[in-house]
């Protein structure tokens, strides 16, 4: 069971820094005020982003912000070791021993300049992990306050699995949109349920509007109808379609333009009909469903 209470809709850090937008960090505050003020007050980070800078920069933009640390949920990840001078490694690879993990939350609180992560992930699954370990230092880290929840990201069901049979894994942060629905039907979702684990989704637009393809030609088609009966945005109405799913997913937007932002939680408002939820799906796919 969960015990961190996450917004309807969660801000996606990843491309705040150097990897993309290249934000300052005044910058960054004002979009962090943004997304609080349009009740989006989840966001979601990893080590790696930015190459081991971004964490740094948006502490900075929080605390800058005078927003109260206990009204917004910080996410964050861990595992993932990118090729880095900074770290002396030369092969991109995973760490999941009970130091590093230790080692990882302490420097993202530092850096995030907070006493606890509400929400803490492995990043990737690793063939080398070991249970009890990653469960030895789960507990500690909540013992110590250091973390709220765990979870996981990018698992499937059987090595989410493995954790829990050690330690309480409470997310699984999947990619998942109309585009990419096989957690829909390879049981990931349905396992998710089974244990009560809640499913966060990044990339939840898919390749929509980012390839030209058949599928994306005919989603493209139904949306624009779409967007006439239901008087909104297509990107609304895509992520209505996850948040219609019975495992209650939370997608995760990387949007930082603020017209965007400001209608984001217009999605978590909209129920889409069934049959309008399943012509997304049939034009997905290609064909109707069975």
């Not at 396992?191 to 929509?208: C, D």
């Amino acid at each position: 069971m969960t015990t961190s209470t996450l917004s309807p809709i969660i801000a996606g850090a990843m491309n705040w820094g150097v990897w993309d937008k290249n934000l300052k960090t005044k910058e960054m505050e004002n979009l962090i005020h943004i997304c609080f003020e349009n009740k989006i007050s989840t966001f979601d980070h990893a080590d790696i982003y930015g190459s081991y800078t971004t964490e740094t920069q948006f502490g900075k933009a929080l605390f800058n912000s005078k927003i109260n640390r206990e009204q917004v949920q910080l996410i964050s990840k861990c595992g993932i070791q990118l090729v880095s001078e900074k770290r002396n490694t030369i092969v991109k690879h995973y760490n999941y021993s009970k130091e590093y993990i230790l080692k990882s939350v302490d420097a993202s609180l530092k850096n995030l300049k907070t006493d606890y992560l509400d929400v803490f992930l492995l990043h990737r699954p690793s063939p080398l992990m070991q249970a009890d370990e990653i469960a030895e230092a789960v507990e500690k880290l909540k013992s110590q306050g250091k973390i709220i929840d765990f979870g996981v990201s990018n698992f499937t069901s059987s090595q989410t699995e493995l954790i829990r049979q050690k330690t309480a894994v409470s997310f699984n942060q999947i990619q998942f949109s109309a585009t990419e629905f096989q957690p829909m039907v390879d049981g990931s979702l349905d396992y998710m349920q089974l244990h009560q684990i809640r499913p966060l989704s990044w990339n939840p637009l898919g390749s929509v509007f980012r390839q030209d393809n058949m599928q994306t030609f005919r989603l493209r088609k139904l949306l624009a109808s779409l967007v006439s009966k239901y008087e909104i945005g297509a990107d609304s109405i895509l992520l209505a379609w996850i948040l219609k799913h019975p495992a209650q997913i939370i997608p995760i937007a990387g949007t930082v333009n603020i017209a965007r932002i400001q209608n984001l939680l217009k999605a978590s408002q909209l129920v889409l009909d069934n049959e309008d939820w399943f012509a997304i799906w049939t034009e997905s796919m290609g064909h109707e469903v069975a």
